[in-house]
């Protein structure tokens, strides 16, 4: 068997393209396949015949190619893997193409697993947990946060991009994102719309000590950065941390970078604002990383835990006029108002800073914070597409 290197290797880029585009459609509509496929199968298979059964499934309900290519494929597959299983392959392959019309299933809640519907419907009703799992169903497009946001007019107009009111480009075309103009040069970063805004609840950061928790793989470094912020970066993998060497290295701004575990290091000195982007479910990711939905459910309970402990040593390291910012980029309450609610609640003199007068800020602030999902959108903003899900809230000292 080739491994997945050697693979990638062999296949051209058009493949490869090909190839990522069909195993991200499967995971999009995974919960749709899987029950169309138990309707047509007494025992489901064992991998790899079940993965090869999954992409068939999808090019033929959903995808483009023609369906005696989609079987034939699926076909070769099983006679290479698993020979005895290629007449079930067969079976199943043509029934699909002969019965079922592309598209015929409702898009409902199938396609995402119980462990992530069931607190979406607590936290934010069926019709929004519907319509979260229809906005997953549509490959997000690409947006770049801007080193200098006075040149977004300009860059827009080279890149082909769309200038979206909350200060971020979206990319209207695709290509590789290392050769286009302003990368090389480090103009800009790749940055979700959504990630680009909670740092804007820090205010005005030009010479301030500030510090980036769990810092890699470092887009909000950046963003403190590019605002003219003395940074310090740590996060305790230095794997990801080299990703953020990168960028620095490529957008030429200046980071001080830590490798550190936070409940170990001690700063020599308080810092006037701290950022920390805590480890999550990263659920709100789920238009960028399909495959999160299917993975092995993360432990609520203990990332929770983590995030309070993470707020509670950030704020020991807060000057006394600072700033705390919070955020996860995940969709669920547990992670986010409810996280933010119990600092609060075993924090007295801890309040929530003055939301900013900000019209970018402004659809998604409410009295607990700043929370973007994939199914909103401002209806003042028509036609320009989702956000992932995030949440964030600024704290700062009422009392000593």
Avoid at 146 to 160: F, M, S
Avoid at 224 to 243: F, H, P
Avoid at 381 to 390: A, N, S, V
Wanted: with cysteine; proline share 8%; aromatic share 6%.
């Amino acid at each position: 068997m080739l491994e997945e290197s050697t693979l990638a290797a062999s296949l051209s880029a058009s493949e490869r393209a090909e190839a990522h585009s069909l195993a991200d459609l499967t995971l999009r509509r995974l919960g749709q396949i899987d029950a169309l496929l138990a309707g047509l199968i007494e025992r489901r298979p064992k991998p790899p015949i079940l993965h090869a059964l999954r992409l068939m499934a999808a090019e033929l309900a959903f995808g483009a190619r023609a369906p005696h290519a989609a079987v034939d494929c699926a076909v070769r597959i099983a006679k290479a893997r698993a020979p005895r299983m290629a007449g079930l392959v067969n079976a199943v392959g043509r029934r699909l193409a002969q019965e079922q019309a592309p598209g015929d299933f409702a898009a409902d809640e199938t396609n995402m697993p119980d462990w992530l519907t069931r607190p979406l419907r607590w936290d934010w009703g069926t019709e929004t947990a519907t319509a979260l799992t229809v906005a997953h169903l549509v490959p997000p497009p690409i947006d770049l946060t801007l080193r200098a946001p006075a040149d977004a007019e300009a860059l827009a107009a080279e890149l082909g991009a769309e200038a979206l009111p909350t200060g971020s480009l979206r990319l209207t075309r695709g290509g590789q994102i290392s050769a286009l103009p302003g990368f090389t040069a480090g103009a800009w970063w790749v940055q979700d719309a959504a990630a680009a805004l909670p740092v804007r609840l820090l205010g005005p950061l030009e010479g301030k000590r500030v510090l980036d928790l769990c810092a890699a793989p470092g887009a909000k470094t950046l963003q403190l950065a590019a605002a003219g912020a003395q940074v310090t970066a740590l996060d305790i993998s230095e794997r990801r941390l080299a990703r953020l060497e990168e960028n620095l290295a490529r957008t030429g701004l200046t980071v001080e970078i830590v490798a550190a575990d936070a409940f170990e290091w001690q700063p020599e000195a308080p810092f006037e604002a701290i950022v920390v982007d805590a480890p999550c479910s990263a659920t709100g990711t789920l238009r960028h990383h399909p495959d999160l939905a299917w993975r092995k459910p993360p432990d609520l309970a203990v990332l929770t835990e983590l995030q309070s402990r993470l707020l509670a040593r950030a704020w020991d390291w807060l000057a006394p006029e600072g700033r705390l910012l919070y955020c996860t980029c995940s969709l669920l309450r547990a992670e986010g108002e409810d996280r933010a609610a119990a600092f609060l609640a075993a924090r007295p003199e801890a309040a929530l800073a003055p939301l900013p007068h900000d019209p970018a800020l402004a659809p998604f602030l409410s009295p607990t914070g700043l929370r973007t999902r994939p199914d909103l959108w401002p209806a003042q903003w028509p036609g320009q597409g989702g956000l992932d899900g995030f949440f964030a809230a600024a704290f700062e000292r009422t009392r000593p």
